[in-house]
């Protein structure tokens, strides 16, 4: 995402150039996600800059892009390092809406603009070898405030669902780190104890159209 973009808010400009002179300086995954949590309420507590957030997705302006494919349907880019360092994203929760449970391929810290958003943490107790099977325990869970943070960590050590048990209409914001190179999360059906891949709209569209063509062939 271009930094000198017109349309992207000076907040969000200065977050994002302070974030990463920070991460440059830190190797470890520690120190970034307590690095992160400190700077992320900075954003989380600015509701003017949400409000107007909101408006201009309301209005159909060109920032943030409430348009562009994601892998979650609720979620809206809204910063990118131009070093892959990390990436901004605002989520929209529905009165009652929760994610399925998954893990992520990077560390995360995230918090609410609005009270009322919970973070229910899994444990894997499985060792991995059955295809397509998954035994999840529920290790912890948060119902965070305007402001307050929680983090996630790759793969088995992030597995989460999130969401919105009020009644009303909250924000969060997910700030997360380098992206390791595994393409795709685990989504996990706790009941049926079942796992599988999820792959990112692009992603997804090119493995189909390499299986469509090897089918014509």
Request: charged share 25%.
């Amino acid at each position: 995402m271009d930094l000198s973009a017109k349309n992207i808010p000076a907040e969000i400009q200065t977050f994002g150039l302070v974030c990463a002179e920070g991460l440059r300086q830190l190797d470890d995954k520690k120190a970034c996600i307590e690095f992160t949590r400190g700077e992320l309420p900075r954003l989380l507590l600015n509701r003017a800059l949400f409000s107007d957030l909101l408006q201009n997705i309301l209005d159909g302006g060109s920032y943030p892009d409430a348009r562009r494919p994601t892998l979650f349907d609720n979620e809206i880019p809204l910063y990118t390092d131009p070093d892959g360092l990390f990436t901004l994203r605002l989520y929209l929760w529905g009165p009652g809406e929760f994610t399925s449970a998954h893990d992520h391929n990077s560390w995360g810290v995230l918090g609410p603009v609005s009270p009322g958003f919970e973070v229910i943490n899994y444990k894997r107790e499985d060792d991995g070898s059955r295809e397509g099977y998954a035994l999840l325990a529920e290790s912890e869970r948060f119902l965070l405030d305007a402001g307050e943070t929680t983090f996630t960590l790759p793969f088995n050590d992030g597995i989460h669902i999130t969401g919105n048990p009020s009644q009303k209409t909250v924000l969060s914001l997910n700030f997360y780190g380098r992206t390791l190179p595994r393409g795709y999360l685990n989504k996990y059906d706790i009941e049926r104890n079942h796992v599988y891949r999820v792959y990112p709209p692009k992603r997804k569209k090119q493995l189909l159209a390499a299986g469509a063509l090897e089918n014509l062939r």
